[in-house]
């Protein structure tokens, strides 16, 4: 008799651990709906983290060459759902933003074929350079919380833009110097075929994106070390 009245309670009410567990369950999923917890911690070791940040490297060091292509090719891969964007950076995947991105994109191309007006471009470039690494290293870190993908986005993103963007300024002036200005669109070409490489790298290629851009800065670095240390010594 005991048990059968036990039997019907438990089928009335259920198993009482389970029952007790939902309950807590329940309680503590309306109290992280109701109180703002904690920040989930970054997975920096996951997968998705690290192919975040080699996309944002290859991007941002894309925009050093070109600061608008690496820009439109995000904001087209993620209008058509290739990758997800970071929050607060959606807008980056809207019409209007495509648009935007693609007629800054024409008009900046056209005009580094432009004899002088390239090497004028290249005294405002450089903070705008710096400025699309930043947005594109942000932009396609989602898993990252905000502390540590901005300040990835500053200093990495940021400083491989400016690196990359002064060596190719440097170039230009080299150009100018010794052809007069005629050599400049091989340069300017070069360029560009460098930042639509290295972005569709760094969204349909990742790491290897990422191994290119290493590369590539090492590279930089060292040419302007031997540029320094020639303005050094013909100053001595």
Known sequence: MGGSCQAG????????????LGARR?????????????????NLGSVDSLLGIAAGLALSTAAGLRVFVPLMLTSAAARFGYITLAPGMTWIGSDAALVAFATATVLEVAAYYVPWLDTLLDTIATPTAITAGVIAMAAVTPELSPLVRWTLA????????????????????????????????????????GSITLALLGLLAPLLGAAFVVVLLIAF???MRRLRGRHRTRAA
């Open 9 to 20: 309670q438990e089928q009335q009410h259920g198993r009482p651990g389970t029952w007790v």
């Open 26 to 42: 329940s309680r503590v999923a309306v109290a992280q709906t109701a109180l703002p917890g904690p920040a989930a911690p970054d």
């Open 154 to 193: 500053v200093v990495a993103g940021g400083g491989a833009a400016s690196l990359v963007q002064l060596s190719t300024a440097l170039l230009r002036l080299k150009s100018s110097a010794l052809t007069a200005g005629v050599g400049n669109p091989v340069v300017a070409t070069g360029e560009l075929v």
């Open 221 to 223: 670095a060292r040419r």
